[in-house]
């Protein structure tokens, strides 16, 4: 499918969207409609694959036949079904029963079933508890289909449930279910539900513009990013990773340069969107073996995984990359000074928990790895804690690039942010600074900046190719410079976006006005000598 269709299928989904959920709030209406494509995808995978499995076993129905093939087949081989089950699980790494599949829904939102409810809770719990191990358990959660905000009674709930079912059923009807489709479709929507979300967005939302900015750094060789993109890249980490669009953009930028990753690891502190994540990364196609997403609190290092004092046995990452709230207030303590991640630099302040947040990740860095995160520009020049982490930073040569992009850009914040790039290690001694505030460094819109794929380009390509000046765009500062303006790593101090005032030669100008005055009055003289001719008044 192409790119149009794709953004044509979101569209359709959006405005399906947007005229069902009523009084209801984006967030909460977001949860049911992505909910229902991940049942219509993982129905149709399940389905295709069953097809494969059972050959000309499979039933053939006719138009008129509504039920679904599988619970046909169910009902004719009792005996073979927990076999089938099993190869099932083996080869798609899950099972839904036949009466939760979405052709089954759809029929039942289409006839307006009153059971409609009750067998699409039974299917959610189904395919979180019984489907396939751990991949799915608690995946749907959060979804309350007793909600009143579905409606007051269980008859009024079964019957927006309907309408809400068979109008995406409707739209999606003409379109590939495809992972790659309906992965595109789903990030379209979750992009739509951020912007309606307004400031709760920056909890589960990179804007794709600056979440392929990090990708696009990260994928290129660290220590010769003109070398272009490496092929290979065993692990990489998202430690906020939100609904793990960031992670999947890394992945895209890798896959489509031919190159393999082994595993994609995201950690996510709120419930709804971790489950989100898991939604996502198995809508694209990916297998439960092939991501890891866990539900905890970052700060409190709470994965078990990430929690290895050992230096040894310690896990590092290709690839780091990271959005996360931006200045968060938190409760650092004596325990959390002696942690492994924080005890070369000190504590974040409770005001700002960015260096908090910037020194988890950079512990798991590889020595090989990129680490690019997006940060409120504060980090840039505060003092106190901050100075002292980031000094620190510094004089370990670990700070490689400081790009600064316009304000406007995220929906939960209208602040000017920046991108911190980092390495464990480098082989320049100097920092590179690109400042892309400037207007003609972006569009400008009525409520949100952008930036365009020639915006973006550049400041990748100002990255890969690391000039040493740019006039009013970018430059390579040493760390000496830096040192001298107190570890200080405002943007502006090294790159001014100003136009410098044309200088004026008084004297010239002088002498040019003496000139004019003289032909003035030379003029004037001719003149009034042509006026006495004809007998008129002189001026």
Known sequence: MSTKEQQKLGKTLWDIADQLRGAMNADDFRDYMLSFLFLRYLSYNYEESAKKELGSDYPTLDGTDKRTPLSVWYAANETDVQEFEKQMRRKVHYVIQPQHLWSNITELARTQNTELLVTLEAGFRYIENESFERAFQGLFSEINLNSEKLGKTSPERNKKLCTIIQKIAEGIADFSADSDTLGDA???????????????????????????????????????????????????????????????????????????????????????????????????????????????????????????????????FDAVVANPPFSLRWEPNDTLAEDFRFKSYGLAPKSAADFAFLLHGFHFLGTEGTMAIILPHGVLFRGGAEERIRTKLLKDNHIDTVIGLPSNLFYSTGIPVCILVLKKCKKQDDVLFINATSEGNFDKGKRQNSLSENHISRIVDTYKYRPEHIERYARRVSLEEIEKNGYNLNISRYVSTSIDEVQIDLKAVHAKLALLNESILANTEKHNEFLKELGLPTI
């Open 186 to 316: 789903y990030e379209y929507l979750i992009g739509e539900f951020a912007a309606g979300s307004g400031k709760k967005a920056g909890e589960f939302y990179t804007p794709q513009q600056i979440s392929t900015i990090l990708s696009e750094i990260v994928v290129l060789d660290s220590q010769d990013p003109s070398s272009g993109k490496k092929k290979k890249f065993d692990k990489i980490l998202d430690f906020t990773c939100g609904s793990g669009s960031l992670l999947l953009n890394v992945r895209k930028r890798i896959k489509d340069n031919g190159g393999n990753i082994g595993k994609l690891y995201g950690q996510e502190k709120n419930i709804t969107t971790y489950n989100l994540a898991r939604m996502n990364m198995l809508l694209h196609g990916m297998k439960d073996t092939e991501f890891e997403i866990f539900h905890g609190d970052t700060l409190e290092n709470q994965w078990d995984l990430l929690n290895e004092p050992n230096p040894s046995k310690k896990i590092e």
